[in-house]
């Protein structure tokens, strides 16, 4: 992909980097490595996990072109894949893959964005004429921040509620479906009934043409509906396999999932390149003299410099065994011929969501503290940091808000927990209320602590303090909802005054599949260990007043955990190179200024220099 | 200050932006409100304290703006005010005031930009000719980052080792001084021994125009040293009233401390606008339903919303109190005619170490915090944020990087604390010795926290809990201190081993400082006291595993202070408007899109549409 490592001039107008990741596109195409991940049967490869893995290698180069090729062959392709049928695959997938046929995904709307359950656009059946007609009702409505939208895409798949029924029979909406709709001629002009206006310039990611679109009674033949999970007779009835209309459109978005472990994998990418930018200049660096040597202190040997950048670097390194394993997950269950498995289906969801939302916070804060690290030379565009930053940031927010996700993972566990609670007989029941209590006494007196003693860098123990915290915070979280089922209850009231409660549950459940899925490799270098641990402590760290306030640990173990963090940055200090290098970006996709400092290391000459200076004042 | 609320098009060039920003600053100097700060014998009026505010109010506008009138007005003018006297002031103050005469100041270089005591530019006496000679004898001794430089300053004032002695005598250093170097012609070209290159894009602040210079043998004048504090006869012989070189370099720099007020003032209005757009923002933007009554719920409504929200407010309140003090303790310091007060002095700029870095840390976290709470919308340029959050994120680096500032204040904090030991006597002593002993006993038994019941909300009772942190964390930094001077001991080691305890030590103390700022004026409006309260706590909450650890809470404390967050929250959520209000940002430097939906709350016909679409579904 060495042709894909872009330099887009920063100073660039927004048209002319749009005109070149569009030309990036096309290259990419070419390459036909997106055709790996679609239908055999229509040229692709079947090798679903393959592509997502791919697309994360895109995550080192230019960050507009990875949204960009996942629009049209992620979003675009995906939908047009998983929700289409036969009659769509055989017209379009092609032209979709070759990218002869450039398409949005219109989902998103103004009014919309996270409930998406609840989109406003219509797609109302017209049985005279056998079409749907596509309508924007309300400003709230219209399709916004909308990839591709604004200046390249000729089709968008446009999410809206499907309405049977004429004006004779009582209209009928069966919930959220998706419809591919022309948008653009050959020749670029919206077409009729189509307004496009473009979102301009944003914080990043603007080689990126992202758009609005509003629908004045746009009409589809009734084969736009893409009918894989729910189709409409010529006649007007509606049909479907799912009965339920939530479920079926929750199956329906479940498809997409490729769409929120690419944004993770591209989160990682970031940020594994901004901690091998910060890593290699702190190794550089010389800031403040020893006062026993007096020359001048590689920056990263200073204490507070490994403790931004070490434990962080630990946890990247935890969340890329977790995405190695999403993604194998995903490819199990969604490769050519494999078993439809509903619940696995459900757990890889859960996960997908949950390791988005933390996997891009993270990203979000570590490129912050790269650049920071970098000072000054980390504000110049020429030194990478920048575009890292800027195109990163809305990942927290597409496919998917991440505290919205993050409750969508609270829910699972929850429903999962209380499935498992009602599976119990009598006296399981007995023991599990006693639990909660004994649980309660233990929390007042700080025993539990007792047992939580061991060896600080040992997995087994690490692995079982975020066990304990997972399901301490599942069970009280549940035990709070419970109130919410109360006759008469405010049912909002409830779920609201347990909200943060609700997320610290989520995210303890992610903490502890991401540590099982270094903890499982960690044997493969000698170095994994220690860095499995920094990570596992480190989280721990963060939030070991709750470890305290639970009576997991005691306050003078918690002290313990910070200073073997401390401990943990120190050692593996020596060997911070090797673990970025480790993540194998090219050095050409990392060439800048600010790594010049490793060819100009100050030559002998400046330092006699230095020293006559010193010497004389 | 109307006409400065620029908006400039986010796709202009960089040299169009550039071009805008200039144009501003010519502006701003017709308003003649820079020359409010200077002398009133040139023309000025001396309102030290004025001008900080006024600048800040900049803050709300274009940021570029701001740090290019910071660079003219505060650095350049603040260099030649400051360092310089009557032949610097007579020749050059009213040019300087009224942007006739555009300046840079060139103390950063690529090697040096924290460690700014060791620089490596030298000027070196030639008393042959009675000039200085300006020169880069190494690649890292580049000026780097300087504003002003690529583009638009004429004269830099230009920080460089001074070096007296010629070739026949030896030569000697006597520390880095200021001296007026033209670098530019005043049709814009280079001057001979200039080579100045430009910086380029950068992550934000692009109106700036950031430059290099490399200086080859540049000769000034004698009197081009600004020489309030030190000269160099016509012979040769250098003199200084300071004759400790370390003494006497911070003394100038102490005497430029308004350009770190000026940086923490231009965060805090960043924040407000940032915290205005997001909190309006929050009280129109409806998602998902409340089950009872079938409502959208406003996101605002939301625990976690208001979570990310409204304790970041209560601290900017806190944060800009603060800011008020040390504004008016540097107009009592420097307006004309002031004492000099050496112990004053060390206190103004030891805060104005702390409140830059705890305020502009606060403010990168915070306005990223209203990026995400305002979803894509808060993605695009047009809704400000982008803007904000690119300008405002080398707020952290410039004018002293935070982690750097933290030290000194630390460095501040144990020797001030290391002379009041001193200061006690025998019987002190063993008291002060006791009191480090029974301190462990009580640590070790949490007895502490037996002293510390009270309601969570006195002021006076979260006063005791800050100031118990800061004192604490001060003792115990100097036992482990005092390590570094036994015989033998590495003091690098004992340092880097503490580094994170003394950056503790230092944000406790600021922590300190910034509540009672606030605290002094809570009782100013009734809400402010509930403000107060959930800045204190959000604070004490952020650190709680702290206060465990060490005695001063029980860990049932610690989980009543979130419940405290959380109810306070919840009270505040309806004044959150009236809060932000506040701020008295005018309206015309808010509007934008974002805000679009308090003009265009669903209508009535949208409602029934929504009832409609729902009771069909």
Redesign the interface.
Same mark, same amino acid.
């Given at each position: 992909m060495g042709e894909l490592a872009l330099t887009p001039d920063?100073?660039a107008?927004?048209e002319e980097y749009r005109a070149e990741i569009a030309e990036a596109v096309r290259a990419l195409a070419r390459s036909r490595r997106p055709h790996q991940g679609f239908d055999p049967a229509y040229g692709g490869e079947g090798d679903v996990g393959g592509v997502v893995a791919a697309f994360q290698m895109l995550g080192h180069g230019d960050l507009s072109l990875l949204v960009k090729a996942g629009v049209q062959w992620g979003l675009f392709g995906g939908a047009l894949q998983a929700l289409g049928t036969a009659r769509h695959h055989d017209r379009y997938l092609r032209d979709m893959m070759d990218g002869t046929l450039l398409g949005c995904f219109a989902m998103?709307e103004t009014?919309?964005?996270?409930?998406v359950q609840?989109l406003?656009t219509t797609a109302t059946y017209d049985a005279d004429t056998h079409e749907f007609v596509i309508h924007t009702?309300?400003?709230?409505a219209r399709k916004?921040?909308i990839g591709g939208a604004a200046r390249d895409a000729r089709m968008a798949a446009v999410f809206a509620?499907l309405?049977t029924g004429g004006p004779n029979e009582?209209?009928?909406?069966h919930?959220v479906h998706c419809f591919l709709v022309p948008i653009r001629s050959e020749a670029g002009d919206a077409l009729p009934g189509v307004t496009i206006t473009d979102?301009?310039?944003?914080?990043?990611l603007n080689g990126v043409d992202n758009g609005r679109l509003v629908f004045d009674s746009v009409r589809v033949p009734r084969e736009a509906l893409l009918n894989r999970y729910a189709d409409v007779s010529p006649e007007g009835v509606y049909s479907s396999d799912i009965t339920n209309?939530t479920r079926r459109f929750f199956t329906m978005l479940g498809t997409l999932v490729r769409g929120r472990i690419s944004v993770a994998g591209g989160a990682a990418s970031a940020t594994q390149k901004a901690l091998t930018l910060a890593v290699r200049y702190g190794e550089t660096r010389?800031?403040?003299?020893?006062?026993?040597t007096g020359e001048?202190?590689v920056v990263l040997?200073?204490?507070?410099h490994q403790?931004k950048l070490l434990p962080a670097l630990a946890t990247t390194y935890a969340l890329q065994f977790a995405q190695n394993d999403l993604v194998s997950q995903m490819h199990d269950l969604q490769k050519p011929g494999a078993e439809p498995d509903e619940e696995r289906q459900r757990d890889l969801e859960t996960r997908a969501a949950g390791i988005k939302a933390i996997g891009t916070w993270h990203a979000?804060r570590t490129i912050?503290t790269c650049?920071?690290a970098c000072?000054?030379a980390?504000?110049?565009?020429?030194n990478l940091?920048?575009a890292l930053?800027?195109d990163t940031?809305?990942f927290?927010? $597409?496919e998917g808000? @991440?505290?919205v996700l993050l409750q969508l993972v609270a829910k699972t566990l929850l429903s999962d927990y209380g499935r498992r609670v009602a599976k119990l007989d009598l006296a399981g029941k007995v023991r599990f209320g006693a639990d909660l209590v004994a649980g309660t006494v233990l929390e007042?007196t700080?025993a539990r602590s007792v047992l939580r003693r061991g060896d600080l860098r040992d997995p087994a123990h690490l692995r079982r303090l975020l066990v304990d915290r997972e399901e301490h915070l599942i069970a009280s979280g549940a035990l709070r909802m419970r109130k919410a089922l109360a006759p008469g209850a405010?049912? $909002?009231a409830v779920f @609201?005054?347990a909200?943060?409660h609700l997320?610290a549950a989520a995210r303890a459940h992610v903490d502890r599949i991401v540590f099982d899925a270094f903890a499982a490799v960690a044997d493969r270098h000698p170095l994994l260990g220690r860095v499995l641990a920094l990570h596992g402590l480190s989280v721990i760290e963060g939030d070991?007043?709750w470890f305290?306030?639970?009576?997991y640990l005691t306050?003078?173990r918690?002290?313990a955990v910070t200073t073997a963090v401390?401990a943990l940055c120190g050692e593996l200090r020596p060997h911070a190179r090797e673990l970025v290098d480790a993540f194998g970006i090219p050095q050409n996709w990392l060439d800048c200024p600010l790594l010049d400092g490793e060819r100009?290391r100050?030559t002998e000459a400046?330092e006699q220099?230095?020293d006559t200076?010193t010497a004389?004042?």
């Open positions: 920063p100073d107008s927004t998103t009014g919309h964005g996270s409930d609840h406003r009702r309300e400003p709230g916004d921040y509620q309405v009582v209209s009928q909406t919930g979102c301009g310039v944003k914080a990043g209309e010389r800031q403040f003299s020893d006062p026993a001048e202190v040997d200073y204490l507070v403790r979000t912050q650049r920071e000072g000054g980390g504000y110049l565009a020429e940091l920048p930053k800027a940031d809305v927290t927010t $597409f808000d @991440n505290t007042r700080g405010d049912q $909002f @609201n005054g909200q943060d997320l070991r007043a305290v306030e639970h009576g306050a003078a918690t002290k401390n100009t100050p400046d220099h230095a200076l004389v004042g």
